[in-house]
């Protein structure tokens, strides 16, 4: 952290903690500054994580027609248990929608639509997020750090990486690190420590009039936690009403009457 930005710091609380970052010798505070070595500790550990339990919220912005910024708010949790099982549920204003995946078939529920639906997709969770998106449409910006290797696929179209500084993201100490690719900046947060895990990505569509942006925060993390028997099985509530793929009920972040004219 520089001094310039410690100078911005204000209050008490403010004070504190930016004393105590500069009396940090200047190889702790070095340490991380290379952003695609951070990024790639990152990738190492949690691709190297056999079970991933995590909590979320995400924000998604539109621009309309009239060039006003819309902002749409989720919560959620993430239970993944490498290669090829994932639950996934995801709750906001507009709708209340779970994934279930156990390696040879997806089940999506829509809670606020009491209908479900079920396609075959035997494979890994890689091979599904990337048939989800190219098949269905649904952009999972964040499933991006899931992956089984994240790096390659995040600084694939990289054209400027910075180490920004450090940060506080959830009440946990992170290195903030900011890319460039041609039609999109995005910035990652990474846990400090033994455990660099990511605990928020912002994705600025450059390419969109007005910048909307997509952010997700990571609450909680955990691994190495014992999924229950039948956690990836979907079994459909008996008045749930059965429906075509094609629709997918509102797996996607963005409301189906969302206000048109801009791009996420």
């Known amino acids: 952290m520089t001094t310039s930005y410690a100078r911005r710091l204000s209050g008490p609380t403010g004070a504190v903690l930016a004393a105590a970052l500069l009396l940090l010798p200047s190889s702790a505070r070095a340490q991380g500054s290379d952003p695609k070595a951070v990024l790639k500790a990152m990738s190492d550990y949690v691709s190297s994580q056999a079970t991933i339990e995590l909590t979320f919220d995400s924000d998604i912005e539109v621009i309309t027609p009239q060039l006003e910024k819309i902002q749409f708010a989720s919560s959620g949790e993430t239970l993944l248990r ?18 279930f995946f156990d390696g040879k078939t997806v089940s999506i529920f829509g809670k606020s639509h009491d209908s479900w639906t079920q396609f075959e997709a035997p494979g890994s969770v890689d091979q599904l997020i990337a048939a989800l998106r190219a098949g269905h449409g649904v952009s999972m910006p964040g499933a991006d750090l899931l992956l089984s290797n994240p790096y390659e696929v995040l600084v694939a179209d990289v054209e400027e990486a910075k180490h920004i500084g450090r940060g506080v993201v959830e009440g946990v100490l992170c290195e903030h690190l900011a890319f460039r690719n041609f039609d999109t900046d995005w910035q990652l947060w990474v846990e400090t420590g ?9 994705i600025t569509s450059k390419t969109v009039n007005g910048a909307p942006q997509y952010t997700v925060r990571v609450k909680s993390w955990k691994t190495d936690v014992e999924a229950a028997p039948g956690a990836f099985t979907f079994v459909p509530p008996a008045t749930a009403k ?11 972040e963005l409301p189906q009457d969302a206000p048109r004219g801009g791009k996420r």
């Open 82 to 99: 490498r290669p090829d099982k994932m639950r996934a549920h995801r709750a906001s204003g507009h709708a209340d929608v779970s994934l």
């Open 194 to 202: 033994a455990t660099p895990v990511p605990r928020k990505m912002v």
């Open 242 to 252: 059965k429906v075509s793929p094609d629709a997918l009920i509102d797996l996607d």
